[in-house]
């Protein structure tokens, strides 16, 4: 304390001013240095407490800011220690500029020394550090967001947002696992809709997809809480069913089902009506496994679909021999084409009023290397599942084209030839440019060539079948609709697709004696055709008491096992030669 009164009382006296005022001065350049003093001194203590306050406190990072601050604050303390050795041991004079020295030299060391220490500036601050964990959580949440999304669309559609095949499979091989244990009946669905494809390719795949959207919506209201739905693909779906005792109650789900989805689909203001086929299989009945039980409700699915569609069938071991036969069918059939076993027939159509032959139609057969003649009843269902329906139309296009032309080579004269075209070949989009392409290859009279479409193809796309149809009889083609009355049966798109011909279904003519209903419908459809200035076959005429209906009420053209069957060319020839009558 002495020293300190002796510092503030005696000030260096040689360069201390005499007088007055340079006597005040002398106690302000002391308090100058005592303020100098504590100044220094606070800086250290300042300092020292931050780095002891954060190395004592470990959760707490000593982040650069807070390391340049303590450099700073030490730097700036050295700084006035120089200051009071300038005062007391330098000339007075340099006492400012050493002051305004030490303020810049704080500065300038503290930031060479931040500089010279690099990690100093590499140390995160806690806000950084903070931010840095938000960032990393978020990450974690968004990867873990990323894996589930993953996992639903690995297992789940995304259209329906019904598990996928996948999942149903799994599931069905757990609760299967499970069953070993606790016994009790699952019950397996198969449920696809009938041509659906045909709806898809009329109006958009974007409506399809909005229909299949409704379609699971539909099934979901059908099922029960603890039933498994699920779309296995395309226009498939599956069921699976637990606690299930007796058959009747699968019955009236698959019923229910049905029902379900007979209600017309309201789309875009347009109504589309659709039904579909069911395929059941049981466990233990049908199989312990997953892929035995999913194959035979395929199998049953398959049966549904032979008996007309729009109904359910259980799987059966004779359901399962039927199936392979199909099979084996399929692949016979793949390769008929190539080894030429595929024979055209021809049925003669008689003109009612004078007896005459006036045209052939052109039937399909096959030649099976194991079976005897396989009729089109029997293969074309399977040709038109795989696809081969269009090179085995394309086929018959040009063979029965091509035997036009042979017989009038061989001086035969002139005769119609009507060739059915199948709805995949009509929906291929160059079927007609294939038509005229061949007749003009030939060089045939296309009015002897008349071209069969059942009415169901023609009302799949209205437009595109009016300018089909069109550019068919501006070529100078006849056009008739086949099987008509068994589907939409519309007189109006009768005068806008500009046909020449109809055919009455022969489930009409079969009927035409024993029910009042079938000859109302044959009746009405004559007349009308009539009023049009459309000519009307009718096919399927097996008896005397049909052709005299037909007769009085003035049918055009008759075709059936009345007047002959189907023959080969060979044997059809003798029909050709000598212009045959028929006696009516």
């Known amino acids: 304390m002495d020293s300190l009164n002796h510092l503030i009382s005696s000030p260096p006296t040689h360069f201390m001013p005499q007088g007055f005022v340079f006597h005040w001065l002398s106690h302000l350049i002391a308090l100058h240095t005592l303020s100098d003093a504590v100044m220094a001194f606070s800086c250290f203590i300042i300092a020292t407490v931050v780095i002891y306050f954060f190395y004592k406190r470990k959760?707490?990072?000593?982040?650069?800011?807070?390391?340049?601050?303590?450099?700073?604050?030490?730097?700036?303390?050295?700084?006035?220690?120089?200051?009071?050795?300038?005062?007391?041991?330098?000339?007075?004079?340099f006492l400012g500029f050493v002051k305004a020295l030490a303020a810049v030299f704080s500065f300038v060391i503290a930031f060479q020394l931040v500089r010279a220490l690099p990690w100093v500036l590499q140390l995160p601050s806690p806000i950084m550090l903070k931010n840095a964990n938000i960032k990393l959580e978020q990450e974690i949440r968004d990867r873990e967001l990323a894996e589930e999304k993953l996992s639903y669309l690995a297992y789940h559609d995304s259209l329906t947002g019904l598990p996928n095949r996948s999942f149903f499979h799994h599931s069905l091989d757990?609760?299967?696992?499970?069953n070993k244990r606790n016994p009790q009946r699952v019950v397996v669905l198969f449920i696809d809709l009938d041509r659906f494809k045909q709806v898809n390719d009329s109006f958009s795949h974007e409506m399809g997809d909005i229909i299949l959207q409704s379609v699971a919506e539909r099934l979901r209201e059908c099922i029960r809480i603890g039933d498994m739905l699920a779309r296995l693909g395309g226009d498939e779906f599956g069921l699976i069913i637990l606690d299930i005792i007796e058959a009747k109650d699968i019955e009236l789900i698959s019923q229910k089902i049905l029902e379900k989805l007979l209600t017309p689909f309201l789309i875009n203001r347009e109504k589309i009506f659709l039904s579909a086929s069911i395929g059941i299989s049981l466990s233990p009945e049908n199989g312990e496994t997953a892929q035995d039980l999913m194959k035979n409700a395929d199998i049953a699915l398959y049966q549904a679909k032979a008996l007309g569609k729009n109904n359910f069938q259980f799987s059966n071991a004779a359901l399962q021999s039927f199936l392979l036969e199909q099979v084996k069918l399929g692949m016979d059939l793949r390769a008929a084409l190539e080894k030429g076993e595929f024979e055209l027939y021809y049925q003669p159509k008689v003109e009612l009023k004078s007896g005459r032959v006036i045209g052939l139609e052109a039937l399909l057969r096959w030649k099976h290397p194991d079976k005897?003649?396989?009729?089109?009843?029997?293969?074309?269902?399977?040709?038109?599942?795989?696809?081969?329906?269009?090179?085995?139309?394309?086929?018959?296009?040009?063979?029965?084209?091509?035997?036009?032309?042979?017989?009038?080579?061989?001086?035969?004269?002139?005769i119609s030839i009507a060739i059915n075209v199948s709805a995949r070949q009509f929906q291929k989009g160059d079927?007609?440019?294939?038509?005229?392409?061949?007749?003009?290859?030939?060089?045939?009279?296309?009015?002897?060539?008349?071209?069969?479409?059942?009415?169901?193809?023609?009302?799949?796309?209205?437009?595109?079948?009016i300018v089909s149809l069109h550019k068919l009889k501006s070529f100078g083609v006849t056009v008739a609709i086949d099987d008509f009355g068994t589907g939409y049966s519309s007189f109006n798109y009768l005068k806008r697709f500009e046909v020449d011909k109809i055919k009455i279904d022969q489930s009409f003519i079969n009927g035409l004696i024993t029910s009042n209903n079938d000859s109302a419908i044959v009746k009405a459809i004559i007349s009308m055709a009539h009023s049009l200035g459309i000519k009307v076959v009718a096919e399927g005429v097996e008896t005397r008491e049909q052709l005299d209906f037909l007769k009085i009420h003035m049918c055009d053209e008759i075709q059936g096992y009345y007047f002959g069957h189907p023959l080969p060319p060979d044997q059809i020839e003798s029909f050709l030669r000598v212009g045959k009558i028929m006696k009516l």
Request: negative net charge.
């Open 59 to 93: 959760d707490v990072v000593l982040d650069s800011t807070i390391i340049c601050l303590c450099f700073f604050i030490i730097t700036f303390g050295v700084m006035h220690l120089v200051a009071i050795w300038t005062i007391w041991y330098a000339d007075y004079w």
């Open 174 to 178: 757990q609760i299967l696992e499970l």
């Open 372 to 414: 005897s003649l396989t009729m089109p009843s029997k293969f074309i269902p399977i040709s038109e599942e795989n696809g081969l329906i269009v090179p085995i139309g394309d086929w018959v296009l040009k063979t029965a084209c091509q035997q036009s032309k042979t017989w009038l080579e061989r001086g035969f004269p002139p």
């Open 431 to 465: 079927i007609i440019q294939d038509i005229i392409n061949i007749i003009q290859e030939l060089k045939l009279n296309p009015k002897y060539i008349e071209i069969e479409i059942t009415e169901g193809v023609l009302m799949q796309d209205i437009a595109k079948s």
